[in-house]
């Protein structure tokens, strides 16, 4: 399922669009393992068990989340764009960090809670859109003086290139 690019040497794992699936124990198909209103998806990186609350695709709704290789991650631009192929685009989703005493840490798996359409948080920004490479850039730097921030803030701050479908 995985696709590779060849470039300058290095190889790197193209990312695969999800497509459903059945889940797999000892080699065996296994549908009893999905609960009613879920589905589970894979792509190249990938599993996602996805559960509908309310059973409707428009409800809110849990995204599991675990790298194919059972690998510690943690890559936020990989966490929007399922949260975007599974749930939608303009769809708002959080991840909570819940208190000890409720703590479940049994396995490398992430968990996003994506809010009914339509639904924001409280912690939503509603600044508009900005993805840069170069958030040093006088263009960004106007933008966040535009908003009442100081430009100086950022100066010095570190993002990795934006490449596309690429692994990091």
């Known amino acids: 399922m995985s696709k590779k690019i060849h470039n300058g040497g290095s190889t790197k794992s193209l990312w695969t669009p ?7 124990a000892n080699g065996k198909p296994q549908p009893m393992m999905l609960r009613e209103h879920e589905t589970f998806w894979v792509n190249s990186f990938y599993t996602v068990h ?3 609350f309310e059973g409707t695709e428009e409800g809110a709704m849990h995204l599991s989340i675990r790298q194919n290789q059972r690998k510690a991650i943690r ?3 990989h966490f929007q764009r399922i949260k975007n192929e599974l ?3 303009e769809r708002e989703a959080i991840e909570i960090f819940p208190p000890e005493s409720q ?5 490398n798996q992430y968990h996003l809670f994506v809010l009914p ?3 924001t948080s409280p912690f939503t920004w509603n600044a508009g859109r900005r993805v840069t490479s170069e958030p040093d850039d006088e263009e960004t730097r106007k933008w966040v003086a535009s908003l009442g921030g100081d430009p100086d803030a950022i100066s010095g701050a570190v993002q990795r290139p ?3 479908g690429y692994e990091r």
């Open 87 to 89: 749930a939608g685009a």
């Open 75 to 77: 890559d936020w631009r």
């Open 162 to 164: 934006i490449e596309e």
């Open 103 to 107: 703590l479940v840490d049994t396995a």
């Open 117 to 119: 359409v339509g639904a």
């Open 18 to 24: 999800f497509q459903e699936a059945t889940p797999m």
């Open 50 to 52: 996805k559960f509908l």
